[in-house]
Structures are given as C-alpha cells and as structure tokens.
C-alpha cells in the first residue's frame, strides 16, 4: 500500500490514474469508472457501483471510495489497482483512459443459446459480446425485454451514456 496525497492505495495502482482519481476527488466531480485487466485494458463490462463521488473512508486508512451522491455518507471501495478508465458524467470527458484500453464489440439481437431460450424464454432481445483477445468468440453477456432497454444498456456499456436506465432519447 502507498500514499498518494491524502489516499492510501493499492501498491499496483497507476499513478496516472491516482491521480485522476485524486483530482476527481479535490474537484467534486461525478465519474463513471471502468475497472478491467490493468496489464491488458480490457473492460470488465462491470455496471454497478461505477458512478458517483470519489471521497475517502475514514479512519487510519484512507482508501478511496465511491458515494452515489454528494449526501451520501458511505460507499464501496475503489478497486484503484483495477482502473482502466475514469469519465466524467455531466461532459463525458476522458480524464485517464490505459493506453490499451478496450472493450470489445457488442451485438443487439444475435443468436440466443438454448439455455437462455429454456430458462428464460419471456427475455426477448439478447446482447452478445465478442473482445479480439477472446478465444470464446461471441458471448451472451445480458437479455432484456425490449429492443430499447438493449439499446441504453450497449450505450452505457461503451459510455455514450451515463446511466442505463431514463428515457431514450432520439
């Protein structure tokens, strides 16, 4: 563990991304944070806990975590040693993005496995995903009830939007 200003991190942490990170949390900004493969780039496709305010915990340690909202008064860790890519919400700028940094290609509507078909046949439109480096090929990462919700989800998937849920707007 090591001390960057006033955060206590992963030995393994980027230094760039510390400090993003730190600057994010002096600022007060929201971010969505990709966490993936720190020596590859690539994304884990991770949805929760990736949006908020990066404060500190309290105690003798402070590692950095992530409040939903300005009120909150508590949050998860930060995997800091993890993060591939940090974005603010309101203007979508890329503070730290890994040199390699890659998510993959993602299809709406491919071919459904017969487990999903069995087991959950009221799910209707399927979202495949396919990274290069992948010897799996394409995979269904996610099933939704209508073609919008596939929509909102690939688009906050690959960060074109900020939240998955709302309304769609044209």
Known sequence: MYSYEKMDLH??????????????????????????????GHAWLEEFDVIGYVNLSMGPIHV??????????????????????????QNKQVLYEHPTFGRGHFRIGGEMSLWVQ???????VPVDHYHSDDENGWQNVANFKTWDQAVRWVDFMTGKRMTTGGRLVS
């Open 11 to 40: 030995d393994e942490t980027n230094e760039q991304a510390a400090a993003t990170l730190y600057s994010a949390y002096q600022r007060g900004v929201r971010v969505r944070i990709w966490y993936g493969n720190a020596e590859t």
């Open 118 to 124: 069995s087991k959950a046949p009221h799910l209707k």
């Open 64 to 89: 950095p975590i992530l409040l939903h909202n300005t009120r909150s008064i508590g949050g998860g860790a930060i995997l800091d040693n993890c993060i591939i890519k940090i974005q603010e919400t």
